[in-house]
Every structure is written in structure tokens, then in C-alpha cells.
């Protein structure tokens, strides 16, 4: 248990190391965390019902580009595009969501990887819409409760407390008894099925709010980054996030966050090296599966069996 | 129009078949198939393209390079993962995306193109036929005829049945399972590279090429029902055929869109696919 709070503390300290160095690049490192971190957490929480979902950063998009051109085209306010954004792909989530999730393993895997390769093609194509490869330029910065975030730190704040909603509304849920009934799903669907639990409406439900929490992030992307195009929400995407959650480790909502910091900041700090950052990614996930199936989470907590 | 969707179904069929067999037997969803495709196509670029062999050597040097490659990689990687799904996946993403880097070392992100061994056309009644596609299917009839014969006769084609039925029972007549799994991941992944070689000369090559193939033969592999040999092969012909009526008719993306409509009402229909076994 000890160890734990050390790791509380350690993470808490990390936070604020861009404010020690102060430096825009360490800020950008750190606002792709706090960015990341969420997409991670809505991966894990389909872990959590046992399904691998390749589709998140196909939320991610839709979020993104839906907050871009609600705002671009049709000058909304920028929050409530971004806001729009994560419920279009809650929206999204919702509607694939009951086809999707009659299947189980190897066939959701597959269905997902087919949606996100087909939604990634849509961005790709409808190029009157989205641009297509040459993406969308002069995305406005964001402006909340009328202060405009104008830099990586202004924007690294939000990330953060962004991060932290996201990851206490999961823990919270993990407590809850909506998470002894997810559990429950996943140890014997037969059993809780016959106690009344509605298998597919829970999972249904859990699928939206990873959606929602996808479209959030893609949404905060597109502003911070100003910029947008099709790239980040292929499957190259989904790679880094289960590379994330294999070098966390799955298990708890702990993992995920543990696998962001270690991870997201290797591409930038291998920026000379990029064609090595596959490579890098494919030997630690082949280190991580043979020898730490569990992930880092596993060296501090031990999981209750 | 219906010619060309039979050879494309034809080549889907291939690279969905190697993929059935892998799972059937291993239970290992091999994302790294569409890599496997790029070694061969690789292969042809090299030996053929460059060193100037004969393109029949080059196709068959690649499918067994892609074989071999993949008998070590099930050997050293993949073993003690079978039958465990979720890592068994992870783990041939791992092998995708470390192929993927080692082919950007060595290509470079560019898409070359081979030139073409065989060109010009022939009709069949009212529809012209390129020969090099013509040739593209020819191989492919001939690797599915052989695939055929090996499952149906050979002692190993035998054992892989017996083990993808049920492995324990199979274990207990005296079927290693360790040489049946290391077999079939070997030829799952000659599959591949046989399928990359043919096409090779009809599409360019680059670190990315796999990804498109391995797309079809997922699509392919979910109509068909996973695990099952006539369903990639049904599913194949069906998607090749589907996709080139529907992409003259309107478009390519049309065509891929609606393909997968169709594996969703196949899914929400029949869950295990067209030919696939109800159990698990």
C-alpha cells in the first residue's frame, strides 16, 4: 500500500516539472500527456469489460472535427463545439455501440478495427468537408468562460484537470456498484444475467463514455494543436494506445496513466531518431508482453485475485 | 468487371486463408499478416526487380523467406502465447509494427514499383483481361489446389485439422502440437508472402503496403467466420466480387463502405460468420 502513495506522490510531482524547467518544449511534452492519458483511460475502460476497442481514436476524430468545423463553419463558441464534439462521438459510441458489443474477443477486435480503418478513410476522402491530407489550418484557439488559452501551458493546465475529472469519475465508477456489475459481467455473464443485470445496456453505456471522453481529448487536440488532419486517428493511434496500456498495464485505471507518462514522451524525445520510435515501440511491447504481462502498475500494486 | 472481382477475391482469398488457418489452430489473431504480404511483395522487389531472377524463383524464394521468418517468429515469440487471445494479438503487433520499422530502414518511406514480367491483354467474350492479372489468378487457383491437398492428404494437413477441431483430443492420439503450431504459422505466413509476390508487380511496394491487404482479409475472415477454411474462401470471392461491382458502379470508398455494412449485418445476423462453428 505504501508504495502506492509514494507513486501518488512521484505522479503529482512529475505535473509539475514543466513549471521547474520552464520551457515551451517540456510544456508541449507534458500537454500531450495530459491529452494522451485520457485517450489511454477510454481504451482501458473497454479492457475493463474485456474488449480491445481499436476504434477509440476514431472517437478521437470525430470529436476533433466536430468541435474544428463547428466552430470554424458555423462560429460557435469554441468550449461548446468542444463539448459538442465529445457528445457527437458519445453519440457515435452510442449508435455502433449495441452492434458492436454482441460480439465478443477476436470478433468486437476485428469490428472495431474495421470501423476505425473506415472512419479514417471518411476523413481521408470527404475532403470538401475535412480537407482531406492537407487537413484544416487556422483552428481558432480555444476560449473558456472567456479567457483564451494561448499557450502549451494554459492549455497543459486544462489537460490536467481534464485528466484528473476523468480519471476520478472512472475510479469512482470502478467503486461503484456499476463497477461490481461490469465485474461481474466479466467473471460470469450467465450468473449476473440471470441477477437481473442488463449485460448490453451496461456495456453500451461504458462504450459511450469512452467515446465521450475520446471526443473530448480529439476536440482539446484540434485547438491546441491548431491544426488537423486524418493522421493521428488511423491505426497508427490505436498502436500507441495499446503500447500505453501494455507498459502500464491494464488492470487498474492506474496503469494507463503510468504507460502515458512513460510513453507519450518518447516520440518527442526521440524526435532525430523517428524512424526508430516503431522499432522502440515494437521491442518494448515484445520486452513488456513476454516478461511483465501486467504492465509497470503490476511492480506497485499487487492485483486482488 | 466480374473477371477482375474473381481475381481480386481470388488474392483476398489467399491472404484470408493464411490468416483462418493462424487462428484456427493458435487462436492468435496475426496482425502482423499484412507484413508477411510485404515480405514476399519485398522479395519480388529485390530478387527479381534488382537481381534480375526469374519471377517464378523470386515468388516462391519470398513465400518461403515469409514462411521461415514467420516459423521463427512463432518459435521465439508466439509459443507460449497460443491459445491465449488477448496477448497472442498484442504481440503480433508488436511483430507488425517491428517489421513495418525494419522495412522503413530499408526502403525508405517511398513506394517503388517492380516492372511488370508479363503485360498485354486477352479477351473473354466481351471482357478484356490484363494477362499480368491473369497470371495473378492462375497462381492463386494453383496455391489454393495445393493448400487443398495438403490439408486433405498430407499427415501434417491432417494433424492441423485434428488440432484446430480440438487440441486435446488431438495431443492424446499422438499429435505434437508444438510442431502442428510452428507449421501452421509457417504456412499461414508463406501464404502471405505468396500473395504479396503476386501482387507486387500490379501494386507498389512500400513499409506500409500490408495494411490495406490485412483490412480485406479481416473483412474476409469475419463474413466468412474465423477459423473456418470454405468460409475465407466463400468470403474472398464474395468481397472481391461485391468491391468490383460496386467501385465501377461508384466508388472505391462506396465499395469499402458498404463492404463493411455488410460484415455488420453479418455480425448482428450471424455472430460466428457465414461458415463459421457456432461453439466458442
Same mark, same amino acid.
Given at each position: 500500500?505504501?508504495?502506492?502513495?509514494?507513486?501518488?506522490?512521484?505522479?503529482?510531482?512529475?505535473?509539475?516539472?514543466?513549471?521547474?524547467?520552464?520551457?515551451?518544449?517540456?510544456?508541449?511534452?507534458?500537454?500531450?500527456?495530459?491529452?494522451?492519458?485520457?485517450?489511454?483511460?477510454?481504451?482501458? !475502460?473497454? +479492457?475493463?469489460?474485456?474488449? @480491445?476497442?481499436? *476504434?477509440?481514436?476514431?472517437?478521437?476524430?470525430?470529436?476533433?472535427? $466536430? /468541435? #474544428?468545423?463547428?466552430?470554424?463553419?458555423?462560429?460557435?463558441?469554441?468550449?461548446?463545439?468542444?463539448?459538442?464534439?465529445?457528445?457527437?462521438?458519445?453519440?457515435?459510441?452510442?449508435?455502433?455501440?449495441?452492434?458492436?458489443?454482441?460480439?465478443?474477443?477476436?470478433?468486437?477486435?476485428?469490428?472495431?478495427?474495421?470501423?476505425?480503418?473506415?472512419?479514417?478513410?471518411?476523413?481521408?476522402?470527404?475532403?470538401?468537408?475535412?480537407?482531406?491530407?492537407?487537413?484544416?489550418?487556422?483552428?481558432?484557439? !480555444?476560449? +473558456?468562460?472567456?479567457?483564451? @488559452?494561448?499557450? *502549451?501551458?494554459?492549455?497543459?493546465?486544462?489537460?490536467?484537470?481534464? $485528466? /484528473? #475529472?476523468?480519471?476520478?469519475?472512472?475510479?469512482?465508477?470502478?467503486?461503484?456498484?456499476?463497477?461490481?456489475?461490469?465485474?461481474?459481467?466479466?467473471?460470469?455473464?450467465?450468473?449476473?444475467?440471470?441477477?437481473?443485470?442488463?449485460?448490453?445496456?451496461?456495456?453500451?453505456?461504458?462504450?459511450?463514455?469512452?467515446?465521450?471522453?475520446?471526443?473530448?481529448?480529439?476536440?482539446?487536440?484540434?485547438?491546441?494543436?491548431?491544426?488537423?488532419?486524418?493522421?493521428?486517428?488511423?491505426?497508427?493511434?490505436?498502436?500507441? +494506445?495499446?503500447?500505453?496500456?501494455?507498459?502500464?498495464?491494464?488492470?487498474?485505471?492506474?496503469?494507463?496513466?503510468?504507460?502515458?507518462?512513460?510513453?507519450?514522451?518518447?516520440?518527442?524525445?526521440?524526435?532525430?531518431?523517428?524512424?526508430?520510435?516503431?522499432?522502440?515501440?515494437?521491442?518494448?511491447?515484445?520486452?513488456?508482453?513476454?516478461?511483465?504481462?501486467?504492465?509497470?502498475?503490476?511492480?506497485?500494486?499487487?492485483?486482488?485475485? | 468487371?466480374?473477371?477482375?472481382?474473381?481475381?481480386?477475391?481470388?488474392?483476398?482469398?489467399?491472404?484470408?486463408?493464411?490468416?483462418?488457418?493462424?487462428?484456427?489452430?493458435?487462436?492468435?489473431?496475426?496482425?502482423?499478416?499484412?507484413?508477411?504480404?510485404?515480405?514476399?511483395?519485398?522479395?519480388?522487389?529485390?530478387?527479381?526487380?534488382?537481381?534480375?531472377?526469374?519471377?517464378?524463383?523470386?515468388?516462391?524464394?519470398?513465400?518461403?523467406?515469409?514462411?521461415?521468418?514467420?516459423?521463427?517468429?512463432?518459435?521465439?515469440?508466439?509459443?507460449?502465447?497460443?491459445?491465449?487471445?488477448?496477448?497472442?494479438?498484442?504481440?503480433?503487433?508488436?511483430?507488425?509494427?517491428?517489421?513495418?520499422?525494419?522495412?522503413?530502414?530499408?526502403?525508405?518511406?517511398?513506394?517503388?514499383?517492380?516492372?511488370r514480367?508479363f503485360t498485354g491483354v486477352w479477351?473473354?467474350?466481351?471482357?478484356?483481361v490484363p494477362w499480368d492479372r491473369t497470371i495473378?489468378?492462375?497462381?492463386?487457383?494453383?496455391?489454393?489446389?495445393?493448400?487443398?491437398?495438403?490439408?486433405?492428404?498430407?499427415?501434417?494437413?491432417?494433424?492441423?485439422?485434428?488440432?484446430?477441431?480440438?487440441?486435446?483430443?488431438?495431443?492424446?492420439?499422438?499429435?505434437?502440437?508444438?510442431?502442428?503450431?510452428?507449421?501452421?504459422?509457417?504456412?499461414?505466413?508463406?501464404?502471405?508472402?505468396?500473395?504479396?509476390?503476386?501482387?507486387?508487380?500490379?501494386?507498389?511496394?512500400?513499409?506500409?503496403?500490408?495494411?490495406?491487404?490485412?483490412?480485406?482479409?479481416?473483412?474476409?475472415?469475419?463474413?466468412?467466420?474465423?477459423?473456418?477454411?470454405?468460409?475465407?474462401?466463400?468470403?474472398?470471392?464474395?468481397?472481391?466480387?461485391?468491391?468490383?461491382?460496386?467501385?465501377?458502379?461508384?466508388?472505391?470508398?462506396?465499395?469499402?463502405?458498404?463492404?463493411?455494412?455488410?460484415?455488420?449485418?453479418?455480425?448482428?445476423?450471424?455472430?460466428?460468420?457465414?461458415?463459421?462453428?457456432?461453439?466458442?
Amino acid at each position: 500500500m505504501r508504495l502506492v502513495v509514494f507513486v501518488y506522490i512521484a505522479i503529482a510531482l512529475i505535473a509539475l516539472v514543466p513549471w521547474y524547467i520552464d520551457q515551451r518544449y517540456i510544456f508541449h511534452i507534458a500537454t500531450m500527456i495530459t491529452i494522451m492519458a485520457p485517450m489511454a483511460f477510454s481504451m482501458a !475502460l473497454m +479492457l475493463k469489460l474485456g474488449q @480491445l476497442s481499436i *476504434a477509440q481514436p476514431a472517437f478521437m476524430g470525430f470529436g476533433a472535427y $466536430t /468541435a #474544428v468545423l463547428l466552430s470554424m463553419s458555423l462560429g460557435l463558441p469554441t468550449a461548446a463545439a468542444l463539448v459538442a464534439g465529445g457528445l457527437m462521438a458519445a453519440f457515435v459510441a452510442l449508435l455502433v455501440g449495441p452492434v458492436f458489443l454482441r460480439v465478443k474477443g477476436v470478433y468486437f477486435v476485428l469490428l472495431t478495427y474495421a470501423f476505425g480503418q473506415i472512419v479514417f478513410l471518411i476523413f481521408q476522402e470527404w475532403t470538401s468537408l475535412t480537407g482531406g491530407m492537407s487537413g484544416l489550418y487556422g483552428i481558432p484557439k !480555444l476560449t +473558456l468562460f472567456g479567457f483564451r @488559452l494561448r499557450n *502549451a501551458e494554459h492549455y497543459y493546465v486544462l489537460g490536467l484537470v481534464f $485528466t /484528473a #475529472v476523468c480519471y476520478l469519475t472512472i475510479l469512482a465508477i470502478e467503486k461503484s456498484s456499476i463497477g461490481s456489475i461490469i465485474e461481474s459481467l466479466n467473471e460470469d455473464e450467465m450468473l449476473s444475467l440471470s441477477m437481473g443485470a442488463n449485460a448490453i445496456s451496461w456495456r453500451v453505456a461504458i462504450f459511450t463514455l469512452s467515446g465521450f471522453i475520446a471526443g473530448l481529448s480529439g476536440g482539446m487536440y484540434a485547438f491546441y494543436i491548431g491544426f488537423l488532419s486524418p493522421d493521428p486517428f488511423g491505426f497508427r493511434g490505436s498502436v500507441e +494506445l495499446i503500447v500505453i496500456n501494455t507498459i502500464g498495464g491494464s488492470g487498474t485505471i492506474l496503469g494507463p496513466l503510468l504507460g502515458a507518462i512513460a510513453v507519450v514522451p518518447l516520440p518527442e524525445l526521440l524526435r532525430e531518431a523517428q524512424e526508430y520510435q516503431l522499432m522502440i515501440y515494437g521491442l518494448c511491447l515484445i520486452f513488456f508482453i513476454t516478461f511483465l504481462k501486467n504492465g509497470l502498475v503490476s511492480l506497485v500494486v499487487r492485483r486482488k485475485e | 468487371m466480374i473477371v477482375n472481382g474473381v481475381l481480386a477475391g481470388l488474392i483476398y482469398v489467399i491472404m484470408a486463408l493464411g490468416f483462418t488457418v493462424i487462428f484456427g489452430i493458435m487462436r492468435i489473431v496475426n496482425f502482423a499478416h499484412g507484413e508477411f504480404y510485404m515480405i514476399g511483395a519485398a522479395a519480388i522487389l529485390v530478387l527479381f526487380g534488382t537481381l534480375g531472377w526469374p519471377y517464378l524463383l523470386a515468388l516462391v524464394a519470398g513465400g518461403l523467406l515469409a514462411g521461415t521468418i514467420g516459423v521463427i517468429a512463432e518459435r521465439a515469440f508466439f509459443r507460449k502465447l497460443a491459445r491465449d487471445e488477448m496477448p497472442g494479438m498484442i504481440m503480433s503487433l508488436a511483430i507488425s509494427i517491428f517489421l513495418q520499422s525494419v522495412m522503413l530502414q530499408y526502403l525508405g518511406p517511398s513506394e517503388l514499383a517492380v516492372e511488370r514480367p508479363f503485360t498485354g491483354v486477352w479477351r473473354l467474350g466481351s471482357a478484356v483481361v490484363p494477362w499480368d492479372r491473369t497470371i495473378v489468378a492462375i497462381g492463386a487457383l494453383v496455391i489454393l489446389v495445393a493448400f487443398y491437398f495438403f490439408l486433405r492428404y498430407a499427415r501434417l494437413g491432417l494433424a492441423m485439422q485434428a488440432v484446430a477441431q480440438d487440441p486435446e483430443t488431438a495431443s492424446l492420439m499422438g499429435v505434437e502440437s508444438g510442431i502442428v503450431y510452428s507449421a501452421s504459422f509457417g504456412i499461414g505466413c508463406l501464404l502471405a508472402g505468396l500473395a504479396g509476390g503476386l501482387m507486387a508487380p500490379i501494386y507498389t511496394i512500400g513499409p506500409y503496403m500490408g495494411e490495406l491487404p490485412m483490412l480485406k482479409a479481416f473483412v474476409v475472415v469475419i463474413l466468412g467466420g474465423l477459423g473456418s477454411v470454405p468460409g475465407a474462401v466463400l468470403g474472398g470471392l464474395l468481397l472481391g466480387l461485391s468491391e468490383s461491382v460496386l467501385s465501377t458502379q461508384f466508388s472505391t470508398g462506396v465499395a469499402l463502405i458498404a463492404s463493411f455494412a455488410i460484415v455488420m449485418l453479418v455480425v448482428i445476423v450471424r455472430p460466428t460468420g457465414l461458415m463459421g462453428r457456432s461453439s466458442r
